[in-house]
C-alpha cells in the first residue's frame, strides 16, 4: 500500500520544500567559476539559453547567453535563480524506503538494493495480474532521449499499454487540431517571424508570465507598426498595452473564432486563390459559422459587439499576421475544437508558410514538443508515428529488434490511468518527472489513486507531493546533471548540457531505467552507454516519420545553435518554416505544402460545447486557473527557490472589486473557494484586471491552499486534456478553522533551508532555520 | 576604464510586464552580490497591472552627490554615477531623501549608500548590465545609438524631467512614443493622472449571485 506514511509537517521537516539562498560561493564576490557550461534553462517550452558558472561540482551563478539567437542573453526570474535548485538541502541523495519509524517516514536505502525492489515488485504484479497491471507515468520536462527510452521501456521491456505523460496537460489539445488541420503537430514558424508582422493576434495565453521572453518579439511588432490583439479573462500585462483587448467569457474562445470568421466571410477578408489552391472544406465552415452573427457571438462570449468588430477588422484586412494561442483556449473540453477555431481563421487569410505570416501554439513544458513526438504518449510511437498504424508499428519494431506484434496495443491518457487503478487494472506505478497529485484536476481522487496501488515507485530528486506516497524512490538527475537534447517552441532542438555530476548515490535517469530493465532480467535493446547512444536510435527510429530527426547530429546542433526538424538527411539544414510554397513533406510527397497526401490543409468545422460544468445558484461563479511568473508548474523546483517564493510567495484568488464588494470580502483577507470536488482557502486579492463574474487561482501549490483540489476532471473526447480553464464554484470568507489550516500550510511552507557544501548528504543533518534570508 | 561612449542605457516602461527578472538578476551582480539595486513596483496594482522599473537615471548634476555632506558620491567621466564609496559614506541617508528618482538604498548593516552603477564593472567592459541583459521585453535596454534607433522606430528619446522647480538631465533615456508632444516628462504632474479605461465596465455579475 502506497500512502504518505506520516503528518504533512513531518515530511516537510525532513524534505521539503525549504527555501534555498544563495551562501558561501554563491555569495562571495571574489570568487571566480572554473568554467561556464553553455546550456538552457531547465523550466518553459522557451528553453533560453544561459550560462552556467560552475566551481567545485556546484553552480555559482549564471552569466546572460547572448549568442543563443531565441532570447540573446534574456531570462526570466526562473532562468535566473534556478541554479538554487542545486546543492539543495532538500535534495535526495540515496534511495529511500517508506518507513513509518522514520523521520519524515522513508528511512534510505543502498541504490541496488532499492533497484531490486522495484524490479522484484513490478515482476510480481505482472506475473500475478499481467503486463498492463503496471502503469508508467512520465513527463515533458525530460530530455528527447529520456522520453524515447521511457516509450521504449514500456512497450520492449516492460509490455505495458499503461504509459502517458504530463503532456497530457498541456499540449494535447494543439497538437491534436494541428494533426487535423495541417497534418503535422508543431509550431508552423520560428519567432523571428512575429515581429515582421501587421498584427499579431494572442489567445488565452498570458505572454508576459508563461512565455516571458515571447515578449519583446510581440513589441518589437508593435514598434514596427504592427497591431496586438489579446483574448483573455484577464487583463494581463500584454493586455495592458495590446492595441485591442477583449475580455472575453471563460470557455467561449471558439464562438469568438466563428464570429471573426463570420465577418471575414461577409467583407470577402479572404484570401481564395489560399483556399482553394492549398485548402479543402471551406464550404461546409463557412455554411457552419454562418448563424455567428456579430450579436450572437457577443451574447455568447460576453464580449462588446464593438470590440468583436474591430477585432475582425485589423485581423481580416492585415496583409501578415502572426496567431498565438496556448492553455487558455486549450484546457477546455472542446479544447481541440477551439484550437482548429484558430487554425480556420489562419487557413481562411492566407497568411500562413510566408515570411511573417505564421502560427503556433506556445508550448508550456522545456520538452513540450520533443516529449510529445518521440513515443512517451499513449497512443504514440518514434517519429511522431502511431502505435495503432501497423506500417508505423512495423517500422519502430525493427528498430528495436522486436517483433510488431510483441508491442502492446495504444494505451490510455494519465487520467484515465489514476480511473484504471480505482478499478483494479493498474496495480503498480513508475513515475518520472511529473507531479500528479498537484498538477492533476480534482487531486482528492488523485491522491486517493495513489495510495490504493499496490507498489509505487518514483524517480525524483526532490520528494514531491507525489512521491510522498511513493514504497520507493529512487534518486535521479536534475537538468544541470545530464546532456541530452530538447525541442522547444518552435521546433528548434537544441542540446543541453551537463555541468555537474549528481550527487551521492543519484543517477542520470537513463541509468535508472536501464538499471530497472537489467534487474527485471529484460535488458534488450536496454544497454545505452550515453545520451548520444540513445539519440543516434532515436534518429533512426524518426527517420521517414513525420518528426524526421534523422539527419540532426549533436555537432549539427552545436554548429547552428539549434536545428529546426524536419530534418531528413545530415546535409539537410532543417526546416524553421513550415509550409512554404513548394515545400516536399514524406506524407503530401511534393503534391502541396501540407502533410495530407494531396498536400491541402482541412478547415474543420469546429464544434462548440459549453462547459461541462455552467454556473448555478450554487456555485455562481467561473474558475479559471494558471500560472505566475516565478514558479512553474507543480512547483516541485520552484517552491524551494528562495528569491522565487519571495517574489510570489502564496496562491491569491484574484477578483474584482465589484464581485468582492458582493461578497463582502477584502483585499488579503482568507477566502475558501469551493466547488463540487473540494475545497481550497487561500487571500483575496482584489484587482480590476479580471471579470467581474470570474476568479483566478494559480495552481503551483499542493497544500490545503492547492486549486486542482477544486478544478474539474472534465476532458476533451479527443486530446483528453483536463478543463482546467473553467468549473463552477462559490466563494466565501473562509472559517475559522480553515483559515488556520491554509496559515499553517503557508508558514510550513516557508521554512528556510539549513546550507550545506555540495556533497554533503541530505540525511542527517540538521536542517532548520540555518539559512540567511537576503534582504 | 570608462563605458565605452557608443552604449547608451534606455528605458521604456511602457514594455514593462513587471516580471522581476532585472531585479532578481541585479542581485546576482559581482559588485552587490545578494543585493538587488534595481526597484520595480507596481504604479497601483489594486488599479492596474503596470509595474515601472527603476535603475539609476545617472542625472547630469545628480542630486545625491550634491546633497552629500561627505563627498562620498563621484559622477565619473563617462557620466555614471557611482555607488558611495565605503570609506567615506557615513550612512547619513541625505542622498536616499534627495534623489528625486528614489533610487539610493541604505544598507544599515553595512552602514553604507548602495545604488545602481549601471553594473560599471561590466558595462566598462562593453557588456550589458545584468537587468539590461535580462529584461525580456526590452523595457531596459543597453546597446548603442544605431541598435536603438532601428530597433525603435515608433520611440523617441527624452532626457529631461520636471519634479516641480527642478529640472533634471541624465544619462539614461527614457523611451516615449515617437508621436508623443512632451519635451520633458512631467513627473509631479503624471501622478495626478486619470486611471486607465475600464474593460469590465459592461461586464455584468452572473445572474445567481
Ligand atoms: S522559464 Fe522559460 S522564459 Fe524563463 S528563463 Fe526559463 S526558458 Fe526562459
Same mark, same amino acid.
Given at each position: 500500500?502506497?500512502?504518505?506514511?506520516?503528518?504533512?509537517?513531518?515530511?516537510?521537516?525532513?524534505?521539503?520544500?525549504?527555501?534555498?539562498?544563495?551562501?558561501?560561493?554563491?555569495?562571495?564576490?571574489?570568487?571566480?567559476?572554473?568554467? *561556464?557550461?553553455?546550456?538552457?534553462?531547465?523550466?518553459? $517550452?522557451?528553453?533560453?539559453? #544561459?550560462? +552556467? &558558472?560552475? =566551481? %567545485?561540482?556546484?553552480?555559482?551563478?549564471?552569466?546572460?547567453?547572448?549568442?543563443?539567437?531565441?532570447?540573446?542573453?534574456?531570462?526570466?526570474?526562473?532562468?535566473?535563480?534556478?541554479?538554487?535548485?542545486?546543492?539543495?538541502?532538500?535534495?535526495?541523495?540515496?534511495?529511500?524506503?517508506?518507513?513509518?519509524?522514520?523521520?519524515?517516514?522513508?528511512?534510505?536505502?543502498?541504490?541496488?538494493?532499492?533497484?531490486?525492489?522495484?524490479?522484484?515488485?513490478?515482476?510480481?504484479?505482472?506475473?500475478?495480474?499481467?503486463?498492463?497491471?503496471?502503469?508508467?507515468?512520465?513527463?515533458?520536462? *525530460?530530455?528527447?532521449?529520456?522520453?524515447?527510452?521511457? $516509450?521504449?521501456?514500456?512497450? #520492449?521491456? +516492460? &509490455?505495458? =499499454? %499503461?504509459?502517458?505523460?504530463?503532456?497530457?496537460?498541456?499540449?494535447?489539445?494543439?497538437?491534436?487540431?494541428?494533426?487535423?488541420?495541417?497534418?503535422?503537430?508543431?509550431?508552423?514558424?520560428?519567432?523571428?517571424?512575429?515581429?515582421?508582422?501587421?498584427?499579431?493576434?494572442?489567445?488565452?495565453?498570458?505572454?508576459?508570465?508563461?512565455?516571458?521572453?515571447?515578449?519583446?518579439?510581440?513589441?518589437?511588432?508593435?514598434?514596427?507598426?504592427?497591431?496586438?490583439?489579446?483574448?483573455?479573462?484577464?487583463?494581463?500585462?500584454?493586455?495592458?498595452?495590446?492595441?485591442?483587448?477583449?475580455?472575453?467569457?471563460?470557455?467561449?474562445?471558439?464562438?469568438?473564432?466563428?464570429?471573426?470568421?463570420?465577418?471575414?466571410?461577409?467583407?470577402?477578408?479572404?484570401?481564395?486563390?489560399?483556399?482553394?489552391?492549398?485548402?479543402?472544406?471551406?464550404?461546409?465552415?463557412?455554411?457552419?459559422?454562418?448563424?455567428?452573427?456579430?450579436?450572437?457571438?457577443?451574447?455568447?462570449?460576453?464580449?462588446?459587439?464593438?470590440?468583436?468588430?474591430?477585432?475582425?477588422?485589423?485581423?481580416?484586412?492585415?496583409?501578415?499576421?502572426?496567431?498565438?494561442?496556448?492553455?487558455?483556449?486549450?484546457?477546455?473540453?472542446?479544447?481541440?475544437?477551439?484550437?482548429?477555431?484558430?487554425?480556420?481563421?489562419?487557413?481562411?487569410?492566407?497568411?500562413?508558410?510566408?515570411?511573417?505570416?505564421?502560427?503556433?501554439?506556445?508550448?508550456?513544458?522545456?520538452?513540450?514538443?520533443?516529449?510529445?513526438?518521440?513515443?512517451?504518449?499513449?497512443?504514440?510511437?518514434?517519429?511522431?508515428?502511431?502505435?495503432?498504424?501497423?506500417?508505423?508499428?512495423?517500422?519502430?519494431?525493427?528498430?528495436?529488434?522486436?517483433?510488431?506484434?510483441?508491442?502492446?496495443?495504444?494505451?490510455?491518457?494519465?487520467?484515465?490511468?489514476?480511473?484504471?487503478?480505482?478499478?483494479?487494472?493498474?496495480?503498480?506505478?513508475?513515475?518520472?518527472?511529473?507531479?500528479?497529485?498537484?498538477?492533476?484536476?480534482?487531486?482528492?481522487?488523485?491522491?486517493?489513486?495513489?495510495?490504493?496501488?499496490?507498489?509505487?515507485?518514483?524517480?525524483?530528486?526532490?520528494?514531491?507531493?507525489?512521491?510522498?506516497?511513493?514504497?520507493?524512490?529512487?534518486?535521479?538527475?536534475?537538468?544541470?546533471?545530464?546532456?541530452?537534447?530538447?525541442?522547444?517552441?518552435?521546433?528548434?532542438?537544441?542540446?543541453?548540457?551537463?555541468?555537474?555530476?549528481?550527487?551521492?548515490?543519484?543517477?542520470?535517469?537513463?541509468?535508472?531505467?536501464?538499471?530497472?530493465?537489467?534487474?527485471?532480467?529484460?535488458?534488450?535493446?536496454?544497454?545505452?552507454?550515453?545520451?548520444?547512444?540513445?539519440?543516434?536510435?532515436?534518429?533512426?527510429?524518426?527517420?521517414?516519420?513525420?518528426?524526421?530527426?534523422?539527419?540532426?547530429?549533436?555537432?549539427?546542433?552545436?554548429?547552428?545553435?539549434?536545428?529546426?526538424?524536419?530534418?531528413?538527411?545530415?546535409?539537410?539544414?532543417?526546416?524553421?518554416?513550415?509550409?512554404?510554397?513548394?515545400?516536399?513533406?514524406?506524407?503530401?510527397?511534393?503534391?502541396?505544402?501540407?502533410?495530407?497526401?494531396?498536400?491541402?490543409?482541412?478547415?474543420?468545422?469546429?464544434?462548440?460545447?459549453?462547459?461541462?460544468?455552467?454556473?448555478?445558484?450554487?456555485?455562481?461563479?467561473?474558475?479559471?486557473?494558471?500560472?505566475?511568473?516565478?514558479?512553474?508548474?507543480?512547483?516541485?523546483?520552484?517552491?524551494?527557490?528562495?528569491?522565487?517564493?519571495?517574489?510570489?510567495?502564496?496562491?491569491?484568488?484574484?477578483?474584482?472589486?465589484?464581485?468582492?464588494?458582493?461578497?463582502?470580502?477584502?483585499?488579503?483577507?482568507?477566502?475558501?473557494?469551493?466547488?463540487?470536488?473540494?475545497?481550497?482557502?487561500?487571500?483575496?486579492?482584489?484587482?480590476?484586471?479580471?471579470?467581474?463574474?470570474?476568479?483566478?487561482?494559480?495552481?503551483?501549490?499542493?497544500?490545503?491552499?492547492?486549486?486542482?483540489?477544486?478544478?474539474?476532471?472534465?476532458?476533451?473526447?479527443?486530446?483528453?486534456?483536463?478543463?482546467?480553464?473553467?468549473?463552477?464554484?462559490?466563494?466565501?470568507?473562509?472559517?475559522?478553522?480553515?483559515?488556520?489550516?491554509?496559515?499553517?500550510?503557508?508558514?510550513?511552507?516557508?521554512?528556510?533551508?539549513?546550507?550545506?557544501?555540495?556533497?554533503?548528504?541530505?540525511?542527517?543533518?540538521?536542517?532548520?532555520?540555518?539559512?540567511?534570508?537576503?534582504? | 576604464?570608462?563605458?565605452?561612449?557608443?552604449?547608451?542605457?534606455?528605458?521604456?516602461?511602457?514594455?514593462?510586464?513587471?516580471?522581476?527578472?532585472?531585479?532578481?538578476?541585479?542581485?546576482?551582480?559581482?559588485?552587490?552580490?545578494?543585493?538587488?539595486?534595481?526597484?520595480?513596483?507596481?504604479?497601483?496594482?489594486?488599479?492596474?497591472?503596470?509595474?515601472?522599473?527603476?535603475?539609476?537615471?545617472?542625472?547630469?548634476?545628480?542630486?545625491?552627490?550634491?546633497?552629500?555632506?561627505?563627498?562620498?558620491?563621484?559622477?565619473?567621466?563617462?557620466?555614471?554615477?557611482?555607488?558611495?564609496?565605503?570609506?567615506?559614506?557615513?550612512?547619513?541617508?541625505?542622498?536616499?531623501?534627495?534623489?528625486?528618482?528614489?533610487?539610493?538604498?541604505?544598507?544599515?548593516?553595512?552602514?553604507?549608500?548602495?545604488?545602481?552603477?549601471?553594473?560599471?564593472?561590466?558595462?566598462?567592459?562593453?557588456?550589458?548590465?545584468?537587468?539590461?541583459?535580462?529584461?525580456?521585453?526590452?523595457?531596459?535596454?543597453?546597446?548603442?545609438?544605431?541598435?536603438?534607433?532601428?530597433?525603435?522606430?515608433?520611440?523617441?528619446?527624452?532626457?529631461?524631467?520636471?519634479?516641480?522647480?527642478?529640472?533634471?538631465?541624465?544619462?539614461?533615456?527614457?523611451?516615449?512614443?515617437?508621436?508623443?508632444?512632451?519635451?520633458?516628462?512631467?513627473?509631479?504632474?503624471?501622478?495626478?493622472?486619470?486611471?486607465?479605461?475600464?474593460?469590465?465596465?459592461?461586464?455584468?455579475?452572473?445572474?445567481?449571485?
Amino acid at each position: 500500500m502506497s500512502q504518505t506514511p506520516q503528518t504533512p509537517l513531518e515530511i516537510q521537516d525532513r524534505f521539503g520544500p525549504h527555501l534555498n539562498y544563495a551562501v558561501g560561493a554563491r555569495l562571495a564576490t571574489e570568487v571566480e567559476p572554473e568554467r *561556464l557550461v553553455a546550456t538552457h534553462c531547465c523550466f518553459c $517550452g522557451q528553453q533560453c539559453g #544561459v550560462h +552556467l &558558472k560552475v =566551481r %567545485h561540482n556546484q553552480v555559482i551563478g549564471f552569466e546572460p547567453r547572448e549568442d543563443f539567437p531565441f532570447n540573446r542573453g534574456m531570462l526570466c526570474p526562473k532562468g535566473v535563480k534556478r541554479y538554487l535548485q542545486g546543492a539543495h538541502p532538500d535534495r535526495i541523495q540515496t534511495a529511500l524506503q517508506r518507513d513509518p519509524d522514520a523521520p519524515g517516514g522513508f528511512r534510505p536505502l543502498p541504490y541496488s538494493e532499492a533497484i531490486r525492489r522495484v524490479a522484484s515488485e513490478f515482476d510480481r504484479i505482472q506475473s500475478t495480474f499481467g503486463p498492463d497491471a503496471i502503469g508508467v507515468l512520465s513527463g515533458a520536462s *525530460l530530455t528527447t532521449e529520456k522520453t524515447y527510452l521511457m $516509450g521504449k521501456f514500456a512497450r #520492449v521491456c +516492460l &509490455k505495458t =499499454r %499503461h504509459i502517458d505523460y504530463n503532456g497530457r496537460l498541456c499540449m494535447v489539445s494543439a497538437a491534436a487540431a494541428n494533426k487535423m488541420a495541417f497534418g503535422i503537430d508543431r509550431a508552423a514558424n520560428p519567432w523571428s517571424d512575429i515581429p515582421g508582422a501587421e498584427v499579431v493576434w494572442v489567445s488565452g495565453a498570458n505572454v508576459a508570465e508563461c512565455a516571458p521572453i515571447t515578449t519583446n518579439y510581440i513589441w518589437q511588432a508593435r514598434e514596427n507598426g504592427g497591431k496586438v490583439v489579446v483574448v483573455d479573462p484577464r487583463l494581463t500585462p500584454l493586455a495592458r498595452t495590446a492595441d485591442l483587448y477583449l475580455p472575453i467569457k471563460p470557455g467561449r474562445d471558439l464562438l469568438l473564432f466563428h464570429g471573426v470568421l463570420h465577418l471575414m466571410i461577409q467583407h470577402d477578408w479572404l484570401d481564395h486563390d489560399f483556399i482553394r489552391q492549398h485548402t479543402v472544406g471551406f464550404e461546409a465552415l463557412a455554411e457552419h459559422v454562418r448563424p455567428w452573427t456579430p450579436a450572437r457571438t457577443a451574447e455568447a462570449t460576453g464580449l462588446p459587439e464593438k470590440k468583436i468588430r474591430q477585432a475582425a477588422e485589423l485581423w481580416g484586412t492585415a496583409r501578415s499576421s502572426f496567431l498565438l494561442h496556448a492553455r487558455g483556449i486549450e484546457h477546455s473540453t472542446h479544447g481541440v475544437q477551439n484550437c482548429l477555431g484558430a487554425i480556420n481563421m489562419v487557413l481562411a487569410s492566407g497568411r500562413i508558410g510566408r515570411p511573417h505570416c505564421g502560427y503556433a501554439t506556445i508550448t508550456g513544458q522545456a520538452n513540450g514538443q520533443g516529449g510529445r513526438e518521440h513515443g512517451q504518449k499513449a497512443d504514440q510511437l518514434p517519429g511522431g508515428r502511431d502505435l495503432a498504424n501497423p506500417e508505423h508499428r512495423a517500422h519502430v519494431a525493427k528498430v528495436w529488434g522486436v517483433a510488431p506484434e510483441s508491442l502492446p496495443p495504444p494505451g490510455v491518457d494519465c487520467y484515465e490511468m489514476m480511473r484504471r487503478v480505482e478499478t483494479g487494472q493498474i496495480k503498480g506505478l513508475l513515475s518520472i518527472c511529473f507531479n500528479p497529485k498537484v498538477s492533476l484536476p480534482d487531486s482528492t481522487f488523485v491522491a486517493r489513486m495513489l495510495d490504493k496501488l499496490e507498489f509505487f515507485a518514483a524517480i525524483d530528486f526532490f520528494v514531491s507531493e507525489t512521491a510522498q506516497h511513493a514504497d520507493v524512490i529512487l534518486p535521479g538527475s536534475l537538468h544541470e546533471e545530464d546532456e541530452g537534447t530538447v525541442t522547444q517552441v518552435e521546433g528548434r532542438v537544441i542540446k543541453i548540457n551537463q555541468a555537474l555530476d549528481p550527487p551521492g548515490e543519484a543517477r542520470q535517469d537513463w541509468r535508472i531505467i536501464q538499471d530497472l530493465a537489467q534487474a527485471l532480467g529484460r535488458p534488450h535493446g536496454m544497454t545505452f552507454h550515453s545520451p548520444r547512444e540513445i539519440f543516434d536510435e532515436l534518429r533512426q527510429a524518426s527517420a521517414g516519420g513525420v518528426a524526421d530527426y534523422s539527419g540532426i547530429t549533436y555537432e549539427k546542433i552545436e554548429a547552428q545553435n539549434g536545428v529546426f526538424w524536419p530534418c531528413p538527411a545530415e546535409d539537410h539544414p532543417g526546416t524553421p518554416r513550415l509550409f512554404e510554397e513548394g515545400s516536399w513533406n514524406p506524407v503530401a510527397k511534393g503534391a502541396g505544402p501540407f502533410y495530407f497526401p494531396d498536400g491541402k490543409a482541412r478547415f474543420q468545422a469546429a464544434l462548440y460545447t459549453p462547459p461541462a460544468e455552467e454556473v448555478d445558484r450554487d456555485y455562481p461563479l467561473m474558475l479559471t486557473s494558471g500560472r505566475v511568473i516565478s514558479h512553474f508548474l507543480s512547483g516541485t523546483q520552484t517552491r524551494r527557490i528562495g528569491p522565487l517564493v519571495d517574489q510570489y510567495p502564496e496562491p491569491r484568488l484574484e477578483l474584482h472589486p465589484r464581485l468582492a464588494e458582493k461578497l463582502g470580502i477584502e483585499d488579503g483577507e482568507w477566502v475558501s473557494v469551493e466547488s463540487r470536488r473540494g475545497l481550497a482557502t487561500l487571500r483575496a486579492q482584489v484587482v480590476t484586471t479580471i471579470r467581474p463574474d470570474t476568479v483566478f487561482v494559480p495552481y503551483h501549490w499542493g497544500d490545503r491552499r492547492s486549486i486542482n483540489r477544486v478544478t474539474h476532471a472534465a476532458q476533451d473526447p479527443i486530446s483528453k486534456i483536463p478543463e482546467y480553464k473553467v468549473c463552477a464554484v462559490r466563494v466565501r470568507r473562509a472559517s475559522t478553522e480553515e483559515r488556520e489550516a491554509a496559515e499553517a500550510d503557508t508558514r510550513s511552507s516557508m521554512q528556510i533551508g539549513a546550507t550545506r557544501a555540495a556533497g554533503e548528504t541530505a540525511l542527517g543533518s540538521g536542517r532548520l532555520g540555518q539559512g540567511v534570508r537576503p534582504s | 576604464m570608462s563605458v565605452p561612449e557608443r552604449f547608451g542605457f534606455y528605458l521604456d516602461p511602457n514594455r514593462c510586464i513587471g516580471c522581476r527578472s532585472c531585479v532578481q538578476a541585479c542581485s546576482e551582480c559581482d559588485t552587490h552580490k545578494g543585493h538587488a539595486m534595481i526597484h520595480l513596483d507596481f504604479v497601483d496594482r489594486a488599479h492596474s497591472i503596470q509595474t515601472v522599473p527603476m535603475v539609476c537615471m545617472h542625472c547630469d548634476s545628480p542630486t545625491c552627490a550634491e546633497v552629500c555632506p561627505a563627498d562620498a558620491i563621484k559622477r565619473t567621466e563617462d557620466g555614471v554615477v557611482q555607488s558611495a564609496r565605503k570609506p567615506r559614506c557615513i550612512a547619513c541617508s541625505n542622498c536616499v531623501l534627495a534623489c528625486p528618482f528614489g533610487v539610493p538604498k541604505m544598507n544599515s548593516s553595512f552602514d553604507l549608500m548602495m545604488k545602481c552603477d549601471m553594473c560599471y564593472d561590466r558595462s566598462q567592459a562593453g557588456k550589458k548590465p545584468m537587468c539590461a541583459a535580462v529584461c525580456p521585453s526590452g523595457a531596459l535596454f543597453f546597446g548603442t545609438r544605431e541598435e536603438v534607433a532601428s530597433l525603435r522606430p515608433r520611440s523617441r528619446i527624452l532626457d529631461r524631467f520636471e519634479f516641480g522647480a527642478q529640472t533634471i538631465t541624465t544619462k539614461v533615456k527614457l523611451m516615449v512614443p515617437r508621436d508623443s508632444t512632451e519635451l520633458q516628462v512631467d513627473v509631479t504632474g503624471a501622478l495626478e493622472a486619470v486611471p486607465e479605461e475600464d474593460p469590465f465596465e459592461e461586464i455584468a455579475l452572473e445572474g445567481f449571485l
